[in-house]
């Protein structure tokens, strides 16, 4: 037997509250694995976003800085 047919079977056997208390629960289980995914994919939308933006910068000569570069002017 299948988990869903358990489900299924214990459901039936509750009084009607009950079962729309169960109902309410499936449902907020689905809201979040929804919200879940979006927020998923909005992760890797966003990676994708800043590895194309970074793309090619590795390659990119770094300045190099010497002691007199960090030390602060007041004027």
Request: hydrophobic share 45%; aromatic share 8%; net charge negative.
């Amino acid at each position: 037997m299948t988990v869903a047919e358990q489900v299924v079977q214990a459901l039936q056997q509750l009084p009607e509250p009950l079962q729309f208390k169960v109902l309410d629960f499936v449902e907020y289980l689905l809201a979040k694995a929804q919200g879940q995914a979006a927020q998923d994919d909005e992760h890797t939308w966003s990676n994708l976003s800043l590895s194309l933006a970074m793309r090619g910068m590795e390659i990119e000569p770094t300045p190099e800085y010497t002691a007199e570069d960090m030390k602060e002017v007041f004027a």
